[in-house]
């Protein structure tokens, strides 16, 4: 009888139905709005606007890009190696967010997934 995974459990309920916490929001909204002001100073709008207004903002706006993207390469860069992944409790009555080592995160995802 097949009685599930045991390897990670929730440390507050003790249920053995986790599932890892997917991260990097942050690193991914960098880039979107980099490449959004990217795009935008590159001049999508300076035809309909006119060259005279959008040439400083599409200048502005590409500087803006420029940093932005970079400074989310940097971030993503500068992250040492992760010691801990996080879980959260599949549990409707749970829903515990908690934090299992590398190791034990490693063998779950490479038994179970």
């Not at 986790?18 to 980099?34: D, E, Q, T, Y």
């Not at 006119?50 to 903002?57: E, H, K, Q, S, V």
């Amino acid at each position: 009888m097949n009685q599930g995974q045991q390897l990670v459990t929730c440390p507050k309920c003790g249920s053995s139905k986790v599932s890892p916490v997917v991260g990097g929001i942050a690193w991914g909204i960098f880039m979107i709005l980099g490449g959004l002001f990217f795009g935008v100073g590159l001049g999508l709008w300076i035809p309909i606007i006119g060259w005279l207004i959008m040439i400083p903002a599409g200048i502005i706006f590409m500087i803006i890009g420029i940093i932005t993207t970079i400074s989310s390469i940097l971030i993503k860069l500068g992250r040492k190696t992760p010691t801990h992944r996080k879980f959260r409790c599949s549990d409707k009555d749970c829903l515990h967010g908690f934090k299992v080592d590398i190791d034990t995160a490693k063998e779950y995802e490479a038994k179970y997934n």
